[in-house]
């Protein structure tokens, strides 16, 4: 079972970035997808997720109207669109698959910073 982030970096305020976690090694549509969040210090929080066949997403409130939060079940990967971004949406940026099973990705570091 792999989880693997990709498309952290370098933003300044008010950019954007797009994050993307493959999975392989389990029936992606058999879970859903959530993408958590971890700064410095402090615990690991859900931002956003997605069930298994997609259509209704959830949102920590800090990020509502500005990740949108989808999933390519074709490709077995699940996306965070960032937009608007703020200095304290710095973190590191984890996927998790949740079904039968609970998988973690190694995360991907997100550094909102002018």
């Known amino acids: 079972v792999q989880l693997v982030e990709s498309g952290g970096g370098l933003v300044q305020p008010g950019g954007s970035l797009r994050l993307s976690c493959a999975a392989s090694?389990?029936?992606?549509?058999?879970?859903?997808m959530n993408w958590y969040r971890q700064a410095p210090g402090k615990e690991r929080d859900l931002v956003a997720s997605?069930?298994?066949?997609?259509?209704?997403?959830n949102y920590a409130n800090s990020v509502k109207g500005r990740f949108t939060i989808s999933r390519d079940n074709a490709k077995n990967t699940v996306y965070l669109q960032m937009n608007s971004l703020k200095p304290e949406d710095t973190a590191m940026y984890y996927c998790?698959?949740?079904?039968?099973?609970?998988?973690w990705g190694q995360g991907t570091q997100v550094t909102v910073s002018s």
């Open positions: 998790r698959a949740v079904g039968r099973y609970a998988y």
């Open positions: 090694g389990f029936t992606f549509t058999d879970y859903a």
């Open positions: 997605i069930p298994s066949a997609g259509g209704s997403t």
